[in-house]
């Protein structure tokens, strides 16, 4: 079994996350984690039943990912320890083990919004939705969404049509389409940006998938809108979980009477910044302008907070968290600082992290 197989025995065990595998490769290495009976994972801190399924259930999920991986260029699996695992997903609570992607999975590591709202958004909802897309596109940015009804498809075609990219998350695995109505959109995304599932690829749909789905969402990106949304609603729940992950919140206002916009009215009374425009959204903690994050090509002028991150990146590779803490920023301004500096060429992801780029 190889190392890969390994982690997708392990991802196939609901509980078994990012963070909780390192705490446990901390003591053993993965692949030796595989082999152990059920009564010794039970006494590195499994449950009986994960434990059951790492030892007796795996290998059928295992055969099942590498038969997908293996039937289109198109099909990647992005492990927890590779180097294009997206750095900010990597920084929630609960981060996949594995990413199944279905398109350009570098996509992953662009800066990133993401779009969330009603299903059954007004025409002026849908509106806005394409345009704010299509305007952040053209900023750079790439629009992230759940390929839902409504005004996740609209973030989705709105970015499509001008030309940008979109990444979609889904509630099931790559093998579905779901809404069936949304299959053609799927396929223009593949083309246009990507799919993205932590399901293996022949799981269906359920109604609890969608709720876990958008925590993946929120964790890609460095901020969330909310175009119209009722006060109960799972756009909320997104718009909740980005607090939690100490991101952006932007939310649309609507008209005082229309109750897809009363969970906008909320956020907003909650304290998320009312958008009218893109350039409300651009201009906040200067996330997507003043950082770079908006650029693709290398630029060789780095901010001074980008110098001192610089500072402490050398032959050997450093880790992000351990960065966050030799220069006293946070790892989410870390993360995107580090974006900019391997976009200018300053420095390249490695296994372990990431090292110096020095000058010929």
């Known amino acids: 079994m190889d190392s890969?197989?390994?982690?997708?025995?392990?991802?196939s065990v609901h509980g078994l996350d990012g963070h909780r595998l390192r705490e446990l490769t901390q003591h053993i290495d993965l692949a030796a984690l595989t082999q152990l009976p059920a009564s010794t994972l039970q006494q590195l801190g499994l449950t009986?039943?994960?434990?059951?399924?790492?030892?007796?259930?795996?290998?059928?999920?295992?055969?099942?990912?590498?038969?997908?991986?293996?039937?289109?260029?198109?099909?990647?699996?992005?492990?927890?320890?590779?180097p294009h695992y997206p750095l900010l997903l990597k920084e929630t609570p609960h981060p996949p083990a594995v990413l199944f992607v279905k398109g350009d999975p570098l996509l992953l590591q662009q800066a990133q919004i993401a779009m969330v709202g009603s299903r059954s958004p007004t025409p002026g909802g849908r509106q806005i939705a394409r345009q704010f897309a299509a305007e952040l596109s053209a900023q750079g940015m790439v629009i992230t969404s759940g390929m839902a009804q409504g005004i996740d498809s609209e973030s989705h075609l709105g970015a499509l049509e001008a030309g940008g990219k979109t990444i979609a998350v889904l509630g099931h695995g790559l093998r579905q389409i779901y809404p069936v109505g949304n299959r053609a959109l799927a396929g223009r995304i593949v083309q246009q940006g990507a799919l993205v599932s932590e399901y293996f690829p022949d799981v269906r749909a359920r109604a609890e998938f969608f709720p876990q789905r958008n925590r993946i969402v929120v964790g890609l990106s460095t901020g969330t809108l909310v175009v119209e949304a009722a006060l109960r609603s799972g756009s909320l729940i997104s718009a909740h979980l980005a607090v939690q992950y100490n991101r952006e919140v932007f939310a649309v206002p609507g008209a005082l009477f229309n109750t897809q916009a009363?969970?906008?009215?909320y956020l907003i009374q909650q304290g998320a910044k009312l958008v009218t425009s893109v350039a409300d959204i651009l201009e906040e903690r200067a996330l997507f302008a003043d950082n770079g994050l908006a650029k693709t090509e290398k630029n060789p002028e780095i901010s001074l907070s980008e110098q001192q991150l610089l500072a402490n990146v050398g032959d050997e590779p450093i880790a992000t968290d351990q960065l966050a803490e030799r220069s006293g920023m946070s790892v989410t301004d870390?993360?995107?600082?580090?974006?900019?500096?391997?976009?200018?060429?300053?420095?390249?992801?490695?296994?372990?992290g990431y090292i110096r780029v020095r000058s010929a």
């Open 262 to 265: 009363a969970g906008c009215h």
């Open 4 to 11: 890969l197989q390994h982690w997708l025995a392990v991802a």
């Open 334 to 352: 870390v993360s995107i600082a580090l974006l900019q500096l391997e976009l200018a060429g300053r420095v390249a992801v490695v296994p372990g």
């Open 48 to 82: 009986a039943k994960q434990a059951q399924l790492l030892c007796y259930q795996s290998q059928p999920w295992v055969e099942q990912a590498l038969q997908w991986h293996a039937e289109s260029p198109e099909h990647h699996l992005l492990t927890f320890d590779d």
